[in-house]
């Protein structure tokens, strides 16, 4: 346990003193960087991704993955949307439709991969997100729809002394989740079920019911996405289904610490992935650089994690084996 903990604080570290030279180099190469305005900028869209990556993390944890989380945030927006233009004027109501929908859209997820028995999570959430970016398409008409509530835009566009709102929403439940995590048991048997789902079911642990449960919270942490993406811009688009929205996502965990397969990854970890990503995409945008270089950039970011993750694993095992052998 004490080599596991020293080990996610070490890598934390190394992403936090990523974030560090990264904002170090974009202050030399633009002067707009380092602005007040530019920076709130970053915390905004830090706050959209990193609420991605929170429910992306519990399914990474257990060696799982919800490719449907970008298309969920954006068709819960596009359900406020519709009914914002069919007259209905109450943030309330749209706001908890909202959490509903998101919410029933990762039980949905859970229930394919554990009670269907589709053979990898991949699968169901690949069809998922196509299934809901025509679905949003749909609802919205293929057009963008603006006009919302004030009550719905507060919590994206909101600021207390400046600050966004919505980034403060971000650290309590991020803070939540890391109790959850570390101090429960049932975070316990999220990183177990991660770890080695036979010895999960061995140990009485109903591994349907947590792997269903990190579903339907990642699909809760879509909408409220969604909803934070309508007080950002004042507007939903059905054709942002397709955004590589979950790709920042999942960069944010994996750069965060967390492994493809399963059972590591922490909250602090994630939220400095989420940093890094969202002062990426802000440097790209300040240099005038193409979207297209963007994903390119972003892609290798990824490749280059994993390939860091595999070779620790590798090393980490290595070790392992040597130390059962001078035991023996």
Same mark, same amino acid.
């Given at each position: 346990?004490?080599?596991?903990?020293?080990?996610?604080?070490?890598? &934390?570290? !190394?992403?936090?003193?990523?974030?560090?030279?990264?904002?170090?180099?974009?202050?030399?190469?633009?002067?707009?960087?380092?602005?007040?305005?530019?920076?709130?900028?970053?915390?905004?869209?830090?706050?959209?991704?990193?609420?991605?990556?929170? !429910?992306?993390?519990?399914?990474?944890?257990?060696?799982?993955?919800?490719?449907?989380?970008?298309?969920?945030?954006?068709?819960?927006?596009?359900?406020?949307?519709?009914?914002?233009?069919?007259?209905?004027?109450?943030?309330?109501?749209?706001?908890?439709?909202?959490?509903?929908?998101?919410?029933?859209?990762?039980?949905?997820?859970?229930?394919?991969?554990?009670?269907?028995?589709?053979?990898?999570?991949?699968?169901?959430?690949?069809?998922?997100?196509?299934?809901?970016?025509?679905?949003?398409?749909?609802?919205?008409?293929?057009?963008?729809?603006?006009?919302?509530?004030?009550?719905?835009?507060?919590?994206?566009?909101?600021?207390?002394?400046?600050?966004?709102? +919505?980034?403060?929403?971000?650290?309590? &439940?991020?803070?939540?989740?890391?109790?959850?995590?570390?101090?429960?048991?049932?975070?316990?048997?999220?990183?177990?079920?991660?770890?080695?789902?036979?010895?999960?079911?061995? +140990? !009485?642990?109903?591994?349907?019911?947590?792997?269903?449960?990190?579903?339907?919270?990642?699909?809760?942490?879509?909408?409220?996405?969604?909803?934070?993406?309508?007080?950002?811009?004042? &507007?939903?688009?059905? /054709?942002?289904?397709?955004?590589?929205?979950?790709?920042? /996502?999942?960069?944010?965990?994996?750069?965060?610490?967390?492994?493809?397969?399963?059972?590591?990854?922490?909250?602090?970890?994630?939220?400095?992935?989420?940093?890094?990503?969202?002062?990426?995409?802000?440097?790209?945008?300040?240099? +005038?650089?193409?979207?297209?270089?963007?994903?390119?950039?972003?892609?290798?970011?990824?490749?280059?994690?994993?390939?860091?993750?595999?070779?620790?694993? +590798?090393?980490?095992?290595?070790?392992?084996?040597?130390?059962?052998?001078?035991?023996?």
């Amino acid at each position: 346990m004490n080599k596991k903990k020293k080990s996610n604080g070490n890598s &934390i570290l !190394g992403t936090l003193l990523a974030l560090i030279i990264l904002c170090v180099v974009l202050t030399i190469a633009s002067d707009k960087f380092l602005t007040y305005s530019n920076l709130m900028s970053v915390l905004k869209q830090t706050t959209f991704t990193a609420l991605l990556a929170g !429910g992306m993390l519990l399914c990474l944890i257990t060696a799982g993955i919800d490719l449907s989380v970008g298309a969920n945030a954006t068709f819960c927006a596009c359900v406020c949307g519709m009914l914002v233009k069919r007259g209905m004027t109450s943030s309330v109501v749209l706001i908890i439709v909202a959490l509903i929908i998101g919410g029933l859209i990762g039980l949905i997820n859970g229930t394919l991969l554990t009670r269907l028995h589709l053979p990898h999570p991949f699968v169901s959430t690949l069809g998922m997100k196509n299934f809901l970016w025509g679905a949003a398409l749909l609802v919205t008409g293929s057009q963008m729809i603006s006009g919302f509530p004030d009550g719905v835009m507060w919590l994206g566009a909101a600021t207390i002394g400046g600050f966004p709102v +919505s980034f403060i929403v971000l650290i309590v &439940i991020y803070i939540i989740m890391h109790i959850m995590l570390t101090r429960t048991a049932l975070g316990r048997s999220i990183y177990c079920a991660g770890g080695n789902m036979e010895a999960t079911r061995l +140990s !009485g642990i109903n591994s349907a019911n947590v792997l269903t449960f990190c579903y339907t919270l990642s699909g809760f942490l879509a909408a409220l996405a969604g909803i934070v993406s309508i007080g950002r811009g004042g &507007i939903c688009n059905g /054709a942002n289904a397709i955004q590589p929205y979950d790709t920042d /996502a999942i960069a944010s965990c994996v750069i965060g610490g967390a492994s493809f397969m399963g059972g590591k990854g922490t909250m602090a970890g994630t939220l400095v992935g989420a940093l890094v990503i969202a002062t990426l995409r802000n440097g790209f945008t300040l240099l +005038s650089i193409s979207s297209a270089v963007q994903n390119m950039v972003l892609g290798l970011v990824i490749i280059a994690a994993v390939l860091l993750d595999v070779t620790r694993e +590798s090393m980490a095992a290595k070790a392992r084996r040597k130390e059962a052998g001078a035991k023996a």
